[in-house]
């Protein structure tokens, strides 16, 4: 007899254990919240610089901003840099395969517009503060539980800030990929 698939609900349910397994202390989501956010960062600065080679210096203050913010955000949580992460990211039983803040570089186009850049930061934004709130919910001792929706709360304001600058740049025309002269055309 063939066993069953599980259902989308199952496989949540078993990840938000995994991910409630993984945080079963306030140390443990100090250090998953410095990895998460330290690597938040990085990516955004790494982003950042990307767009600059790209010639793109909107879209690179934006990401320079969202580094700046979570930059800040990894050096408030009270782990001492000195003792640093026991492990690994990939260690931690993130929701998907990347830490919830990390923007994948495959989703970038060398011409994204602030709008695309933007977008793509509120997904992460809104990954971190789901994991957060599954910690929030699902953590084994209150303390764990209100530190985690303390957390949640912050990238709550993140996404909220993020909505902001989407305000000021609505999605672009059909066509902002148009390029008179690609980079790969053959002359
Ligand atoms: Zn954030």
Do not use: C
Not at 15 to 40: F, W
Not at 56 to 84: C, Q, T, Y
């Amino acid at each position: 007899m063939t066993p069953s698939m599980p259902t989308k609900e199952e496989i949540d349910r078993d990840v938000e254990a995994e991910v409630a397994a993984a945080v079963k202390s306030r140390a443990d989501l100090m250090e998953m919240a410095y990895v998460l956010e330290s690597e938040a960062a990085d990516r955004y600065a790494e982003l950042a610089d990307q767009m600059e080679v790209h010639n793109n210096h909107e879209v690179a203050e934006v990401f320079a901003k969202m580094a700046a913010i979570e930059g800040e955000h990894a050096k408030k949580v009270d782990l001492r840099p000195s003792e640093g992460p026991k492990r690994a990211p990939w260690e931690y039983r993130w929701i998907g395969f990347e830490a919830p803040e990390t923007t994948p570089s495959e989703d970038l186009h060398y011409l994204m517009t602030p709008h695309h850049a933007l977008i793509l930061a509120k997904v992460n934004e809104q990954r971190a503060e789901a994991f957060y709130r599954v910690v929030a919910r699902l953590a084994p001792t209150q303390e764990v539980r209100d530190l985690a929706a303390e957390m949640a709360e912050e990238e709550r304001e993140h996404v909220e800030l993020v909505v902001k600058w989407l305000e000021k740049y609505p999605e672009p025309e059909v066509g902002w990929d148009d390029d008179p002269d690609p980079p790969n055309a053959l002359d």
